[in-house]
Structures are given as C-alpha cells and as structure tokens.
C-alpha cells in the first residue's frame, strides 16, 4: 500500500518529469580526453574564474566577473545544494554551448566543497512544505500559479498536488 509521503513523493517526480524542459548537452567532452583525477589541494576563485566563468558564463551572465556575486549562489561546502553546481552538473548551463567537461565540473566542485571547514548539511526530510519551497518555489510555481502558462496545473497547495 501506498502511504501519503510516497504519493505526494510521486506526483512531484511526476510533474517534474512531465514540464518538458529540454537539457542541451553539446558534446561531451570526457568521451574524446581521458579524465585526470581532481586537482589536490584548495582550489582557489581565480582558477574558477578563469578556467570556468570566464570562457563559459560572463557573456551571458555579468554577474559571474566577481567572487562576491558567484557565492550568492552557491552554499559553501555543499555543491550539490548550489544552484551554480546543479545548472552546470545537469548540462542546463552553459546554454546554448556544448557540456563543460567533467574536469572542470570537478574543479567548481572541488573549490565549493573547499569554501567550507563544516561537513556536509544532512539531508532533509520530504513533505509537501519542504517540496514547495526546495522545488516548485524556485522552479515551477512561476508557471504554475495564477497567471502562468501553466496555470491550469496549481501547485501552490498540498491538494493542488493530491
């Protein structure tokens, strides 16, 4: 039998799955080069900046030129909660251009896991309210809420969901 927590669980993969967001994914780079292991040591902005956000980020998002503005969004020790790792990682950035490699993704890696002495956040327990402000917040709620292209579709309630 099927408890409230895996439905809700569900429906949120469901929907997730069914927006249609096409992800670019280039060329993959890794398939022609071997994979060198991760740098040792701290890795530091300026080696981000000019291996990563320079070449593949400033021309469409000017708030990449400075530190500052790049640990906005990202949560320091944690790369898979920052939305610069996830938007690289996933092959969602840079758009329109082919997939960065796997070893610069590993660097950006590296040098978020390194802005950080404090282990890694636990993981978080799913119910709707955890759902909504991780995912459909930031998300889906732009489209599917009143006045959205997807308005049809609610997602602003737990019976929105259900």
């Known amino acids: 039998m099927i408890n ?3 439905k809700i669980y569900f429906l949120a993969w469901l929907l997730l799955a069914s927006c249609g967001n096409k992800i670019i994914t280039g060329t993959d780079e890794s398939s022609r080069f071997r994979i ?3 740098l040792e040591g701290k890795v530091d902005y300026t ?3 000019n291996l990563i956000l320079t070449p593949f980020c400033i021309q469409c998002h000017a708030w990449a030129n400075t530190e500052e503005e790049v640990l906005k969004r990202i949560v320091p020790g ?3 909660l920052s939305t610069l790792f996830l938007n690289v990682d996933s092959g969602r950035m840079p758009q329109g251009l082919p997939r960065i490699s796997q070893n ?3 660097i950006l890696q590296k040098y978020i896991e390194g802005l950080s002495n404090f282990p890694p956040l636990p993981r978080l327990a799913a119910n709707f309210d955890s759902i909504k402000a991780n ?3 930031p998300k889906c709620l732009n489209c599917h809420s009143t006045g959205g292209h997807a308005s049809h579709i609610p997602l602003n309630t737990r ?3 259900l």
């Open 4 to 6: 409230n927590f895996n």
């Open 36 to 38: 060198s292991p991760l």
């Open 47 to 49: 080696l981000v900046n």
């Open 78 to 80: 944690n790369p898979k």
């Open 104 to 106: 610069l993704i590993n």
């Open 135 to 137: 995912i459909f917040v």
């Open 159 to 161: 019976d929105d969901l």
